[in-house]
Nanobody, 124 residues
Framework: QVHLVESGGGLVQTGGSLRLDCVAS????????MGWFRQAPGKEREFVAT????????YFADSVKGRFSIARDNLKNTVYLQMNSLKPADTAVYYC?????????????????WGQGTQVTVSS
């Protein structure tokens, strides 16, 4: 069982930036592909970004390419989502997810573990 805890959400104006952190409770963090997803009210959970446990391999949803970046620190068991040039359409609850695999994953049903989510609200 892997426990994930997100932090860093909040209220920001259009064009602003936020960084989300997700800390994982596992001794083998580098074996886990990590993903960020988001869910707005009345909408399905959607893929945002993913990063492999080690080595190259990051992928982004088209809606966030060029604005968001994903990184991880395997010594700190932490994955980060840096969000720049935020738009009201980015408003959602953001979730961190994990699966022990070497592959990058973009579908929510491919992940085994989820955090509780953190709210991001972008005002116009």
């Amino acid at each position: 069982q892997v426990h994930l805890v997100e932090s860093g959400g909040g209220l920001v104006q259009t064009g602003g930036s936020l960084r989300l952190d997700c800390v994982a409770s596992t001794r083998t963090f580098d074996k886990y592909t990590m993903g960020w997803f988001r869910q707005a009210p009345g909408k399905e959970r959607e893929f945002v970004a993913t990063i492999r446990g080690s080595g190259p391999g990051t992928y982004f949803a088209d809606s966030v390419k060029g604005r968001f970046s994903i990184a991880r620190d395997n010594l700190k068991n932490t994955v980060y989502l840096q969000m720049n040039s935020l738009k009201p359409a980015d408003t959602a609850v953001y979730y961190c997810a994990a699966k022990e695999t070497i592959m990058p994953l973009t579908a929510p049903w491919e992940y085994d573990y989820w955090g509780q989510g953190t709210q991001v609200t972008v005002s116009s």
